[in-house]
């Protein structure tokens, strides 16, 4: 999960309603990037900008904390709907910015949860209440409470999940082609050897906290359990490597320690919810249940598809990490999984130990795809262009390209996941 650059400065001023926080202001790391250049400038070629002065305006009218939860709601999932939609296709485009870009979505949620932090409200709002609006915000800008896989036995159901853009300290200016390709897939219907599949995708943000407290498992257990509604696949999707497409087969329960979206880091084992069913005791490892002999044969598109079996262990009894380019040995400790020690990892590894612990016999696991770059010429973040031919052209092949594997992964078949240990 990782790209190269900087901050691009341009010459369009900021977005009047992203002016740079009071030294009071309870701004995050994420909300003072707004007060950047290039943020106002997504969203004012994207149509965006007008979410937030228009959240503004809404909560304006509440008048009691449940009226403000409505308004939170209802704009939240509007906000989601409304960059599916432009992403596919649906309704006007709003600006210059191509329709494929996942970063009007992210830009326009943090000037929504900014303007909760620092609205004051003509009646008391307590601290709880203020973060479970701004909760709220993050969970129905995310499609996360709007996930509808049809019941019955007519269509397979698959679920799978994007990332925010990240690094954005380096360059403002990045995507995440696992947000594009959420947005482009989120509620279409795709054609699989086996018959049609409905795809439903959320979005997750490149924060520590957020996975410590749970929200990953939170959005997939009610499609994880028993029932009419529960998945036939899912894949956890992240950008990954230059060039290429990565199937995951071992993830780690080890944190890395890197930088997050909210200039935190953790280095620790992943640790996992209470209330959450899992497996006992932890384990070091979990594997993927894609089909990923179809999937690095199949012919779906311009970039290789590799079944990665490397990890990073500390062998049992030893106390230095070794490369295992074959996957772990037998009662070793995790240091980085396929996908290494980040989130992309941890998504996987929170994923599949649901399904372990569930016993759920579906194919599921963690696709890695290319990083997504801009085009030689515009590649200094200084002065570069929010966006280019080439850059637009490389995030629309990743994402057709994603389309196809899902299709192959709901069509083919995979073994069942190991029973793990006790479960509750």
């Given at each position: ?13 900021p ?8 030294a ?5 790391a ?39 939860e ?19 296709g ?126 990953v ?44 979206n909210?200039?935190v ?33 199949a ?33 070793s ?19 599949t130990?649901?399904?372990?612990a ?11 795809t ?55």
């Open positions: 999960m990782s790209l190269s650059a900087a901050l691009l400065v341009c010459a369009a001023a977005y009047p309603a992203l002016a740079a926080p009071s009071a202001s309870s701004a995050t994420e909300e003072r990037r707004l007060a950047g250049p290039v943020p106002g400038e997504i969203l004012r070629e994207s149509g965006f900008a007008d979410v937030i002065t228009g959240f503004g305006r809404d909560l304006a009218t509440a008048r009691t904390p449940a009226q403000a409505r308004v939170v709601v209802r704009d939240g999932r509007r906000l989601w709907q409304r960059a599916v939609d432009r992403v596919q649906r309704g006007p485009a709003g600006g210059a910015l191509s329709r494929d870009d996942d970063r009007p979505l992210y830009w326009a949620r943090l000037g929504m949860t900014r303007t909760l932090r620092e609205w004051k409200p003509a009646f008391p709002l307590s601290v709880k209440q203020r973060t479970d609006l701004i909760a709220a915000v993050e969970r129905t800008s995310r499609g996360q409470d709007s996930i509808d896989l049809p019941p019955g036995r007519g269509m397979k159901r698959v679920l799978i999940t994007g990332f925010d853009p990240f690094q954005l300290d380096d360059d403002a200016r990045r995507s995440n082609p696992s947000g594009a390709a959420a947005l482009a897939l989120d509620g279409t219907t795709v054609r699989t050897p086996g018959g049609l599949a409905r795809v439903e995708a959320v979005v997750f943000p490149v924060r520590w906290a957020d996975f410590a407290d749970g929200t498992e939170r959005t997939l257990l009610p499609y994880f359990r028993p029932g009419p509604r529960r998945v036939d696949l899912f894949t956890t999707i992240s950008q990954g490597r230059p060039g290429r497409f990565d199937v995951e087969r071992t993830n780690g329960a080890w944190r890395g320690g890197h930088p997050d909210a200039d880091s953790r280095t620790e084992t992943v640790p996992v919810p209470p209330g959450i069913p899992t497996v006992h005791p932890q384990p070091q490892w979990t594997s993927t249940t894609l089909p990923y002999a179809a999937l690095t044969t012919r779906t598109g311009p970039y290789p598809v590799h079944d990665n079996t490397a990890v990073t262990e500390i062998p049992a009894g030893g106390t230095a990490p070794v490369v295992r380019p074959n996957g772990p040995t037998p009662g400790t995790a240091r980085q999984g396929g996908g290494g020690d980040y989130l992309s990892n941890e998504i996987a590894y929170r994923a130990l649901l399904r372990d569930l016993r759920l016999r579906v194919p599921g696991g963690h696709l890695h290319p990083v997504l770059e801009f085009a030689e010429s515009n590649a200094d973040p200084v002065t570069g262009r929010v966006s280019d031919p080439v850059f637009v052209r490389n995030r629309m092949a990743i994402v057709g390209q994603v389309r196809a594997l899902v299709a192959v992964a709901a069509g083919g078949t995979a073994a069942a996941p190991g029973a793990g240990s006790r479960t509750h």
